[in-house]
């Protein structure tokens, strides 16, 4: 009841948090869960012989976890957070490595590990631990911030052994991490040298992973309808039974949806898609509600990235506050648009789920810590603080 009271506390006009925030998380929870009940139709009863009403049980349990750690977050300063980041950071290392001695095979990888059999995933726990422990490290060195042993490095070791581990079974949620990381360390003005140079070994590192890999070959030459690498079998990577499969029939559900959509519920390719609740979520709900609703959901994190970037980041009360900001706010809108992406044939086949919207645990876990220090941080805004100081003026004027 706490968590409820908190988010409640949160939309009433005496909470200092950013209500946009809290509204748009809301929103993009409701129609998350509309269309993991449309999505997971086909998989419950045909797959797992159970009705889908237990999938959306399930879901709406995680979503109120979510929810509910978003507004706990959002109660606890998130410089008392900063403290613990290292330790953190730490312990998800060690759930990431113990991933690749007894991970859970899923998805083509070894992203989950399984205690008191309940699965989740440490890498969404390693990405909020490491944007929090990166922004406290940019901020300890500021004074010798474009020192390259003393600043960058340090941030380098950490970022390097966190991308690596997370980039093995899990390549394009390293990318996102990466870019994310590499935009607080421009904000914190790190040399845009030593950026360049940690952006080519990002790059390099990724065309390894990608070359010792022939199943994330065959995504890349999938996507761009050649054959470039020796390890895939060409003949099975342009069948449109085969690599191409998914992308195929997620366009396939942008076409029947058209303008305004075939209407809730009717969505006949949630039948074809392999992962319709999760990695292609957002192609159900561009033909359930057509183009209009894909860019009506959107907009919504379109208006996560302006309140994140322009008033919470802007009006940080201090550096960490700010880089934190910057971090968090580009982590869950490069999802959403990532994920967009792919459901539109306009980025290859990723898998990363569509933050509040998809059907998860652990990331929608992950997204809600997230949104909860982002509204945390707008409580301590320096200008809400001026404007309430105004208004009390104004009043006893």
Request: charged residues 15%; aromatic residues 10%; contains cysteine.
């Given at each position: 009841?706490?968590?409820?009271?908190?988010?409640?506390?949160?939309?009433?006009?005496?909470?200092?948090?950013?209500?946009?925030?809290?509204?748009?998380?809301?929103?993009?929870?409701?129609?998350?869960?509309?269309?993991?009940?449309?999505?997971?139709?086909?998989?419950?009863?045909?797959?797992?012989?159970?009705?889908?009403?237990?999938?959306?049980?399930?879901?709406?349990?995680?979503?109120?976890?979510?929810?509910?750690?978003?507004?706990?977050?959002?109660?606890?300063?998130?410089?008392?957070?900063?403290?613990?980041?290292?330790?953190?950071?730490?312990?998800?290392?060690?759930l990431l490595v113990a991933v690749k001695v007894a991970g859970h095979f899923s998805a083509g990888a070894d992203r989950w590990l399984r205690i008191a059999g309940f699965g989740f995933q440490p890498s969404d726990l390693a990405r909020v631990a490491l944007v929090f422990y990166v922004a406290v490290l940019l901020v300890q060195k500021q004074e010798y911030v474009k020192s390259f042993g003393h600043a960058f490095l340090p941030i380098l070791v950490w970022v390097f052994v966190t991308v690596v581990l997370i980039g093995v079974d899990d390549l394009s949620t390293a990318a996102v991490l990466l870019g994310a990381v590499m935009l607080m360390c421009f904000v914190g003005r790190i040399s845009i040298f030593q950026l360049?140079?940690?952006?080519?070994?990002?790059?390099?590192?990724?065309?390894?992973?990608?070359?010792?890999?022939?199943?994330?070959?065959?995504?890349?030459?999938?996507?761009?309808?050649?054959?470039l690498f020796d390890n895939t079998n060409t003949e099975q990577v342009m069948d449109r039974q085969g690599e191409r499969y998914q992308s195929q029939q997620a366009r396939m559900a942008f076409a029947l949806g058209g303008l305004t959509g075939v209407g809730p519920g009717k969505s006949t390719q949630r039948d074809f898609l392999p992962a319709p609740y999760n990695d292609f979520i957002f192609a159900i709900i561009a033909e359930e509600y057509g183009i209009l609703g894909a860019l009506l959901l959107l907009s919504g994190f379109c208006v996560l990235l302006f309140r994140g970037y322009l008033r919470i980041a802007r009006d940080a009360p201090d550096p960490l506050g700010l880089l934190l900001a910057v971090g968090f706010t580009t982590l869950i809108v490069a999802y959403g648009f990532v994920h967009a992406g792919v459901s539109c044939g306009l980025l290859p086949v990723t898998g990363l789920p569509m933050p509040f919207v998809s059907y998860g645990g652990t990331s929608l876990l992950a997204n809600g810590l997230m949104a909860g220090v982002l509204l945390n941080i707008s409580r301590h805004s320096t200008g809400r603080a001026a404007t309430s100081e105004r208004r009390t003026q104004s009043a006893i004027a």
């Amino acid at each position: 009841m706490s968590a409820l009271n908190a988010i409640k506390h949160m939309l009433t006009d005496r909470s200092p948090a950013d209500k946009y925030v809290v509204w748009v998380v809301l929103a993009l929870s409701a129609v998350g869960v509309v269309a993991v009940y449309s999505a997971v139709t086909y998989l419950a009863e045909v797959r797992a012989g159970v009705g889908p009403e237990q999938f959306l049980l399930r879901h709406l349990l995680r979503v109120g976890v979510a929810l509910g750690a978003m507004g706990v977050v959002s109660l606890i300063d998130y410089r008392t957070l900063a403290r613990y980041s290292r330790l953190a950071l730490i312990g998800a290392l060690g759930l990431l490595v113990a991933v690749k001695v007894a991970g859970h095979f899923s998805a083509g990888a070894d992203r989950w590990l399984r205690i008191a059999g309940f699965g989740f995933q440490p890498s969404d726990l390693a990405r909020v631990a490491l944007v929090f422990y990166v922004a406290v490290l940019l901020v300890q060195k500021q004074e010798y911030v474009k020192s390259f042993g003393h600043a960058f490095l340090p941030i380098l070791v950490w970022v390097f052994v966190t991308v690596v581990l997370i980039g093995v079974d899990d390549l394009s949620t390293a990318a996102v991490l990466l870019g994310a990381v590499m935009l607080m360390c421009f904000v914190g003005r790190i040399s845009i040298f030593q950026l360049v140079g940690l952006g080519l070994v990002g790059v390099v590192l990724g065309g390894a992973l990608i070359v010792n890999s022939p199943a994330r070959a065959a995504r890349v030459e999938a996507y761009l309808g050649m054959d470039l690498f020796d390890n895939t079998n060409t003949e099975q990577v342009m069948d449109r039974q085969g690599e191409r499969y998914q992308s195929q029939q997620a366009r396939m559900a942008f076409a029947l949806g058209g303008l305004t959509g075939v209407g809730p519920g009717k969505s006949t390719q949630r039948d074809f898609l392999p992962a319709p609740y999760n990695d292609f979520i957002f192609a159900i709900i561009a033909e359930e509600y057509g183009i209009l609703g894909a860019l009506l959901l959107l907009s919504g994190f379109c208006v996560l990235l302006f309140r994140g970037y322009l008033r919470i980041a802007r009006d940080a009360p201090d550096p960490l506050g700010l880089l934190l900001a910057v971090g968090f706010t580009t982590l869950i809108v490069a999802y959403g648009f990532v994920h967009a992406g792919v459901s539109c044939g306009l980025l290859p086949v990723t898998g990363l789920p569509m933050p509040f919207v998809s059907y998860g645990g652990t990331s929608l876990l992950a997204n809600g810590l997230m949104a909860g220090v982002l509204l945390n941080i707008s409580r301590h805004s320096t200008g809400r603080a001026a404007t309430s100081e105004r208004r009390t003026q104004s009043a006893i004027a």
